[in-house]
């Protein structure tokens, strides 16, 4: 053989995408709105890759975000990315982030009415330091008609009115509050040594490795599963004095050699749930981000971070829970909403409900 034929053979998410198509698991305007997002990422990617020569690190100057956390120049360029990206694929009806601080009804929108949230940059404190970070998105259909908000309200560029809630914003809140079981796809992008897209359409989870010079993701990652168990936690400790017991409690069982014939866990922390949660998915175990005396839900949000994790995992086999209920199943009552996050292999996620109900 002259060259080896496989090497030039490239099965694309644009394929793939066309493939589920054909097969009836997505419709074209779907299909539309993951490859708007795709494109965001790989212009996410590109930003992020280049933000130390062309003075993209460091704090944005805009202050707090709705979060109460100061903002990072990529975390604003990143929201806007997806913005843009989405706004442009005409198929978004309502678009929630976290770095807005309400849902946007997309004025663009054509056909579809897809409502999308999505987190534009996880992880955002580690950017400086060239640490890996990604991006989180979910995609539900609407649950009212977004049609119908801007049939009887005229389109506005944002659902935020100047003083209180009207009645548009509230049909925007309430199209963006849905369980995670209503999610059509999930899927996040890695930034890292390479940049892996992990997406989930509700049957089975598929890895997409960008390819640089060709500029296209990859399908590198036939229908992940996650190990059922396994020996690595990934938590940040430094909160354990504001832990509650069973938490304390789980954590030191980790810990004890005697316990797990003489070796114990191994723990790994970057502090990205993105990166933390693809180890995971990949080599199994758990990440854990706990309440605390201090924020009582934890830190993670359901509708960008918890939900669309919480899918994935599920559809690798694996669990996603608050160590109380199922994450899918919370009904969220706050687009902005805080709920503990323990997810990963399911015989790990179990073991830590263990704890909660002895
Ligand atoms: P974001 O950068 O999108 O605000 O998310 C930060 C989240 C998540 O990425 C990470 O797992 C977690 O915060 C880390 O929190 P601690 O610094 O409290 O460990
Ligand atoms: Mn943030
Ligand atoms: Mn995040
Ligand atoms: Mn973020």
Redesign the pocket.
């Known amino acids: 053989e002259v060259y080896n034929k496989s090497q030039f053979e490239l099965y694309t998410l644009t394929t793939w995408l066309l493939q589920e198509q054909r097969k009836g698991k997505i419709d074209s305007e779907l299909a539309t709105v993951i490859s708007s997002i795709s494109l965001a990422c790989k212009q996410i990617a590109a930003a992020v890759g280049r933000s130390g020569i062309s003075s993209l690190t460091g704090v944005a100057g805009t202050g707090e975000n709705v979060?109460g956390?100061e903002q990072k120049k990529l975390?604003v360029i990143s929201n806007d990315i997806f913005c843009n990206c989405l706004r442009m694929s005409g198929r978004t009806g309502v678009i929630a982030s976290?770095e807005e601080a309400t849902p946007v009804a997309v004025e663009e929108t054509d056909s579809g009415n897809y409502i999308v949230v999505f987190?534009p940059?996880?992880?955002?404190?580690n950017i400086d330091a060239g640490i890996s970070?990604g991006s989180i998105f979910g995609i539900y259909e609407p649950s009212i008609s977004v049609g119908s908000i801007f049939g009887i309200y005229e389109p506005s560029e944002t659902c935020m009115v100047d003083g209180d809630l009207d009645q548009s914003l509230e049909a925007c809140i309430t199209n963006v509050c849905q369980p995670g079981k209503n999610l059509l796809v999930a899927g996040y992008c890695l930034y890292s040594s390479c940049h892996t897209m992990v997406l989930t359409i509700g049957d089975g989870v598929y890895g997409f490795t960008l390819d640089p010079y060709v500029g296209e993701f990859v399908l590198t990652h036939n229908r992940i599963q996650v190990p059922e168990v396994g020996k690595i936690y990934s938590f940040?400790e430094?909160?354990y004095a504001m832990w509650d017991e069973p938490t304390k409690k789980y954590m030191d069982s980790l810990k004890d050699p005697a316990k797990w014939g003489g070796k114990p866990y191994s723990a790994r922390?970057?502090?990205?749930?993105?990166g933390?949660f693809h180890r995971t998915l990949l080599y199994g175990g758990i990440y854990g981000?706990p309440g605390d005396a201090k924020n009582k839900n934890g830190?993670?949000r359901l509708l960008?971070?918890c939900a669309p994790m919480s899918f994935i995992a599920e559809q690798a086999g694996g669990m996603g829970s608050t160590g109380k209920e199922r994450v899918l199943d919370i009904q969220p009552t706050e687009v902005h909403q805080r709920v503990p996050l323990m997810i990963g292999s399911k015989k790990e996620v179990e073991y830590y409900e263990s704890f909660y109900k002895n």
Not at 121 to 125: A, P, T
Not at 269 to 274: M, T
């Open positions: 979060q956390e975390d976290e987190d940059l996880d992880g955002s404190s970070v940040n430094g909160n922390y970057i502090g990205s749930l993105v933390d981000y830190k993670l960008y971070e």
